[in-house]
């Protein structure tokens, strides 16, 4: 695993000795980074659910300005220092121990955010329903998950955003921009 481009490319970043953390695969990464890459510089980005950090290192490595990881998981957060460290990348970042879906309800004001969390879950359909119906996102905010391909996900209102599906062998990434 490592930085795609910007300011930390090609550092490598530390990946969990287990596989309780599962992390972005590199192809999915850039497919999903050239979805959205005119979005990225200057952003204040949210990486929910973040695991190692990647997507939102990625994002600050890019341009972002800001980005808050959030994780509930001590090892998980151990490994987004660990690898904001190895990329000068902390300045401009933020770490907190949260429940993801409990830190939905107070946040507000990103310009981008990152959905990733364990498959075998109901996380994504929580995180989907609580951000479309608060105005976390700025407007022209990109909300962007993934899922695996067969998932269907919630629908959100036509009139305050508009969808797309990409596909990526057996990932599917969905994104939903804030009109």
């Keep these: 695993m490592r930085v795609i481009t910007g300011s930390a490319r090609g550092r490598r970043l530390r990946e969990p000795e287990n596989y309780d953390i599962r992390p972005t695969t590199d192809k999915v990464k850039e497919a999903m980074f050239n979805i959205v890459q005119f979005s990225v510089p ?3 980005v949210l990486d929910l659910f973040a695991g190692t950090g990647q997507l939102g290192i990625e994002a600050l490595s890019r341009g972002a300005s800001e980005c808050v990881f959030v994780d509930r998981s001590p090892e998980a957060l151990k490994i987004v220092r660990e690898n904001l460290r190895a990329t000068g990348l902390e300045a401009a970042a933020k770490v907190l121990k949260y429940d993801s ?36 996102l700025n407007k022209n905010g990109i909300m962007i ?9 919630l629908k ?6 508009t969808a797309r599906e990409y596909g990526y062998g057996r990932i599917k990434l969905t994104t939903f921009t804030r009109i």
Excluded: Q
Aim: charged residues 35%.
């Design 42 to 44: 200057g952003a204040r």
């Design 101 to 136: 879906i409990a830190y939905l309800e107070s946040a507000e004001g990103f310009d981008l955010v990152f959905l990733d969390p364990p498959y075998a879950t109901d996380l994504l359909e929580k995180a989907i329903k609580i951000l479309g119906g608060f105005d976390i």
């Design 145 to 153: 998950c993934e899922s695996p391909r067969e998932k269907e996900l």
């Design 156 to 161: 959100l209102p036509e009139d305050r955003f």
